[in-house]
């Protein structure tokens, strides 16, 4: 939010200083990130007119003008291509020195006396504009001191507003807080009716349920379309970080700096039918102020006549029935359009608005009716005109009412750790514009409806918190009994996992759980992926479904930057839909790993990372939970046929853990073998608790033992007959020591 200081003042009187003033907005939690001084140094610098233009006998481009001053005439050279004789502009004087530094001397240009020099908006420091001089108006008094007719010096402050804070994104918003927090009140906003001289009106019809409630329109006809905006809107704009347009724009404009309700302005001639407000259908096209054509979906709210779309509603107007120079009835409109229906729509076709911007946010439902007689004013001021009545369309049991929230004394007291006296209390309540009554134990209140983020009672804490002051809540030791939790022993707690994988030289590496769908396409694991309605980007528009995908992606960012030995891990979530019901979120480790199986050294020999490093990585894990890996063979689509399997536990399938697919490393563009493993982390982590058992009675016996297999016979079909006590697979032979058996 962009606003000059002077317009803030004008809402609320304050004597704080422009440092004070934005010290104290930050510190009530609206950060002035910036606070932009404009027009500061200006002594010297009057309003003059230009009397008469002659061409510079030495240059083509210089024109040697006669300048009144108010205090007589003065030669002045110019190279403006705007200077002609009746102009108002800026005339620095004999010894004055503007903002840049640039000290003004009579001077000889070309051989010619120039008495002073004729000032652009960039040569002022009031505006970046430097294409000629700064056009005054045509009643702008000479001789007066221009600080003093453009209201210089002043400031632009820029707030850095968090999103719960809509109200804020208005002048008047800004001026209650600022109210609350220097202990003043915002002055009256007087909007008086307009006087009803024309019948004028345009039919509306609301056909959107609950997502526009509340439309307001007003026909004003018979403005005269010569009228120009005047120069104090236009400097308020122009100062608030917006270029001015034309009148009835800039009155738009200026309505929702001032109040913060959008409005729009149709030309009433291009109107021809009753305005309804309802979805877009499937395909349905407008085109757009930008002269951008938008195809629409259901998801869109449209602001039609007679069948016709011709607004984006709570987004941009439409390019047919735009306001031009030559409107002499317009039809001002203010809706109110609730965020759920506008968050995310602008973003969806490319752009971004200053509507959109506070739609999504939340806007006060009560505002439309007093955003348009506020524009109805300005417009007869500006461009004259017979204003028709108001035509109001509502839905009420759509209407949301702020509801009534109880203040506690003491919950107020125990959150801050500090007595806040009763009248403070009700002094910043009511100085934020909400009502407030005593009752016994505190206080019961209801907030404004631009408040949208007073809800509960902590929210009402928080208020009195940040106006009176974080730095005068003090700092205090915690009192109480902490009771201290044991670690449980059935689990293996994650940082020795992760202790696991460091002393490995595995690096954790933090991946977004976003996505693209391509990605996983590519791995083919898009199967149950969680889309997102409203993602940041493109490219993160899935939730992800396994961490090898973003652990592979860093690998291959490290291999591009000459790393060629790489080993990650990480610790996270993945998401799964399951059957249509809410998304179900499992705990993973993950991990992988190219290049040589060791670092550089000179002893040893070299080879590169296989399977079997990542398997003894896998049962490493497990071991330390006092478990036993099986794995068995596995045809995963981005696994390599041979050489992956899956991680099995106490008969449970937890993972798995294998070389990438050649063809996906290929299209991953990875020029080395990429092994890795991926296990879900609850059954890994499990473990039983240590139990003593009694000891032998009998020595241990060794035997070496040499078995004939079929060479397809894999390990683990014939390990568990290994392992079982040698009482059990030998009693044919008499041996019944009960020892195991070590193959």
């Not at 002035?32 to 083509?60: N, R």
């Not at 809800?455 to 730095?471: K, P, Q």
């Not at 030995?565 to 790993?593: M, N, Q, S, Y």
């Not at 390599?640 to 899956?646: D, I, L, Q, T, V």
Request: aromatic letters at 6%; proline letters at 6%.
């Amino acid at each position: 939010m962009k606003f000059p200081e002077s317009w803030l003042r004008e809402h609320v009187t304050v004597s704080a200083t422009r440092d004070e003033l934005s010290a104290r907005l930050t510190a009530i939690g609206l950060e002035v990130e910036d606070a932009q001084v404009i027009g500061e140094g200006l002594d010297g610098v009057v309003v003059a007119e230009i009397l008469s233009c002659e061409k510079h006998p030495e240059a083509d481009r210089l024109q040697v003008c006669q300048v009144a001053t108010g205090a007589g005439t003065v030669q002045i050279v110019c190279g403006a291509p705007n200077a002609r004789p009746g102009l108002k502009a800026p005339l620095a004087t004999v010894g004055a020195t503007l903002p840049g530094g640039i000290n003004i001397k009579a001077a000889k240009l070309r051989g010619v006396d120039s008495q002073g020099m004729l000032c652009s908006a960039k040569e002022l420091g009031v505006d970046p504009d430097a294409s000629g001089l700064l056009e005054l108006p045509a009643d702008a008094p000479v001789g007066a001191k221009l600080a003093d007719f453009l209201g210089l010096p002043d400031a632009s402050f820029e707030l850095k507003l968090t999103p719960n804070r809509a109200d804020c994104f208005s002048v008047r918003g800004v001026a209650f807080d600022v109210a609350a927090a220097l202990g003043t009140q915002v002055n009256a906003l007087q909007i008086p009716e307009a006087i009803v001289s024309s019948h004028a009106s345009v039919a509306v019809q609301l056909d959107a349920g609950a997502d526009c409630p509340r439309f307001c329109g007003r026909v004003v006809e018979g403005m005269d379309p010569g009228a120009r905006t005047p120069l104090w809107m236009s400097e308020r704009l122009k100062r608030a970080g917006l270029r001015p347009i034309s009148p009835l724009v800039d009155i738009t404009n200026y309505v929702m700096l001032e109040l913060g309700q959008p409005l729009h302005a149709f030309d009433a001639d291009k109107l021809t039918g009753p305005i309804v407000v309802r979805h877009a259908h499937a395909g349905e096209t407008l085109k757009l102020l930008d002269e951008r054509e938008v195809v629409l979906d259901p998801g869109f709210l449209l602001v039609t006549d007679a069948g016709r779309a011709v607004a984006l509603g709570g987004v941009m107007g439409g390019w047919d029935t735009r306001v031009t120079d030559s409107t002499t009835r317009v039809f001002f409109e203010a809706a109110h359009w609730i965020p759920s229906a506008i968050i995310g729509r602008a973003r969806k076709l490319g752009m971004h608005t200053d509507a959109g911007h506070r739609f999504e946010r939340g806007v006060d439902p009560e505002l439309p009716r007093y955003a348009v007689e506020r524009a109805t004013a300005l417009a007869l001021q500006i461009m004259g005109g017979r204003a028709g009545p108001i035509t109001e369309t509502t839905l009420p049991e759509h209407l949301a009412r702020p509801a009534t929230v109880t203040l506690r004394r003491e919950r107020l007291a125990r959150v801050l750790g500090l007595t806040v006296a009763d009248a403070e209390v009700e002094r910043i309540l009511r100085a934020l514009g909400m009502q407030v009554a005593a009752m016994p134990g505190g206080w019961s209140v209801i907030p404004p409806t631009r408040r949208f983020d007073i809800a509960i009672e902590e929210d009402l804490i928080e208020e009195v918190a940040r106006i009176h002051g974080y730095d005068a809540i003090p700092t205090t030791t915690p009192t109480g009994q902490v009771r201290l939790v044991a670690p449980s022993e059935t689990k293996v707690e994650e940082r020795v996992l992760r202790r696991q994988l460091t002393g490995h030289d595995f690096l954790e590496a933090i991946n977004y759980a976003f996505v693209d769908a391509g990605t996983l396409a590519t791995w083919h694991l898009e199967a149950g992926a969680v889309a997102l309605a409203n993602p940041l980007s493109a490219d993160l528009g899935v939730m992800r479904t396994a961490l090898l995908p973003g652990l592979v992606d860093a690998l291959a960012r490290n291999r591009a930057r000459q790393q060629s030995r790489v080993r990650l891990f990480e610790l996270g979530k993945v998401f799964h839909l399951a059957d249509g019901t809410a998304p179900r979120e499992t705990r993973r480790i993950a991990a992988v790993a190219t290049g040589p199986q060791a670092a550089e050294q000179w002893a040893g020999e070299d080879r590169d990372v296989d399977f079997y490093d990542l398997k003894a990585e896998v049962e490493g894990l497990l071991a330390l939970a006092g478990a036993r890996a099986e794995f068995r063979p596995d045809d995963r689509a981005f696994g390599h046929p041979g050489r992956s399997a899956s991680v099995w536990r106490d008969g449970r399938e937890i993972g798995w853990v294998g070389h990438l697919h050649p063809g996906l490393a290929r299209r991953l563009d990875l020029d080395g073998e990429v092994v890795g493993f991926e296990l879900d982390l609850e059954p890994l982590a499990e473990r039983a608790v240590p139990r003593a058992g009694e000891l032998s009675r009998f020595p241990s016996v060794r035997r070496d033992i040499a078995l004939v297999v079929p060479e397809s016979t894999p390990w683990a079909a014939w390990k568990p007959a290994c392992r079982r006590p040698w009482g059990r697979c030998c009693a044919r032979s008499g041996c019944s020591t009960g020892t195991s058996a070590r193959a």
